[in-house]
């Protein structure tokens, strides 16, 4: 296990970079605790890849410098570098058992086969394999044949970090949240630091303890679930975590306060934005968003059905502001007021959260 640190780090393709934009990475900066369980969340082309492919040494960064323990390992082969990898589609030998796949890499490390029956019992008894240990691999499911690339990560005692490339890509859609659950579970039981890649936020809000989300080549937020959810620090991390998404209004200012469709809006910050320059939104999620007396006028375009609670999307001044109401609460048939929760508006300066 090894905390891992990515100091200044950037990539481009690229052999003379000259924008921000030739850059896939740009300069990140983050600190992975050890034994912590980390989601990389964003969508395709923000990065993921080529984040996790410097970390285990396959692609050499641009800039910056590559720590495990705070040992620079930015110059080290991928073998020495001690990193189990879970990719999309399961690696696994068909033709051998499981038990024997469970041991290839310590028979590898030419542990004593004492020890290598030990701990493969113990791993196999934590991913639910040990009544299948004695069948060949290849006439197990997809699931199960994951559990068993997760396995052979797990056996290892040298393991800095396992990394998981979009496991559940393959996965039966009914099995995906056993195999998720089991995740976090083993998580728990070995501590392990593991860092998760998806572009899906249910998975990566059900594993992570924290979650970094990315765009662009960029790290725009680096919080628990509940941080991305009640404090997203950007406003494309409001949109791409929550269903529906933040809304985000455009934002006027008079005597140094926001306001939205001539209406003064009342935020989780005091801050005078007269000296703010650039381009101002107003940010909140429609589970913040109620029916009122009073406030902003708007009119119900759309009521959609959700189970426990209802979509409600409404317009205001052109814009489009959605709320989720609760089965069994009246919803205005045309005109209506709105009224934001305080405590969850937030206003953006460029996308960025004003603090
Ligand atoms: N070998 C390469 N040569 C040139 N550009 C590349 C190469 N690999 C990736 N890129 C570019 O770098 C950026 C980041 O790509 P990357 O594959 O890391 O993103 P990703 O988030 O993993 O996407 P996906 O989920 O689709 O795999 C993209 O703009 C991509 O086109």
Redesign the pocket.
């Known amino acids: 296990m090894a905390k891992i640190t990515l100091e200044n780090l950037g990539h481009s ?2 052999e003379s970079p000259q924008s921000e934009a030739d850059w ?2 740009k300069k990140l900066n983050i600190d992975w605790e050890d034994g912590g369980a980390y989601a990389l969340l ?12 410097i970390i285990s040494g396959l692609l050499h960064p641009s800039a910056g410098r590559v720590l495990f323990d705070d040992k620079d390992v930015t110059d080290l082969p991928p073998d020495q570098r001690h990193i189990a990898q879970v990719f999309q589609f399961p690696v696994v030998y068909d033709t051998m058992t499981v038990y024997d796949n469970l041991a290839f890499p310590l028979r590898n490390r030419h542990v004593p086969e004492a020890d290598v029956d030990k701990r493969v019992r113990e791993i196999a008894e934590m991913i639910d394999l040990t009544d299948t240990l004695g069948s060949r691999a290849k006439g197990l499911t997809a699931d199960g044949k994951q559990k068993i690339s997760l396995g052979r990560g797990l056996v290892r005692s040298d393991v800095n970090v396992i990394m998981f490339d ?1 496991p559940l890509t393959v996965i039966d859609p009914h099995l995906k949240w056993l195999l998720r659950s089991k995740l976090k579970e083993l998580h728990q039981r070995v501590k392990t630091t593991m860092i998760y ?1 998806t ?1 899906d936020q249910t998975e990566a809000l059900t594993f992570a303890d924290k979650v970094v989300v ?1 765009n662009l ?1 960029e790290v725009v937020q680096i919080g628990t679930p509940v941080d991305l959810f009640e404090r997203p620090q950007h406003t494309f991390v409001g949109h791409f975590i929550g269903s529906p998404g933040m809304n985000v209004l455009p934002c006027a200012v008079e005597d140094g306060k926001p306001h939205f469709a001539g209406t003064e809006i009342d935020t989780a910050s005091d801050k005078n934005l007269n000296d703010i320059k650039g381009t101002l939104q107003i940010g909140v999620r429609p589970e913040f968003v109620q029916f009122a007396d009073k406030g902003v006028p708007a009119k119900v375009v759309k009521v959609s059905d959700a189970g426990r609670f209802r979509i409600v999307e409404t317009h205001a001044d052109d814009t489009s502001i959605k709320l989720l109401v609760p089965e069994g609460q009246g919803i205005p048939a045309d005109d209506a007021y709105l009224a934001f929760d305080r405590n969850h508006t937030q206003v953006y300066r460029d996308g960025w959260i004003v603090a």
């Open positions: 393709y690229m896939a990475l964003g969508p395709s082309g923000c990065g993921k890849t080529t984040l996790l492919s979009e890649v572009h990315m080549g």
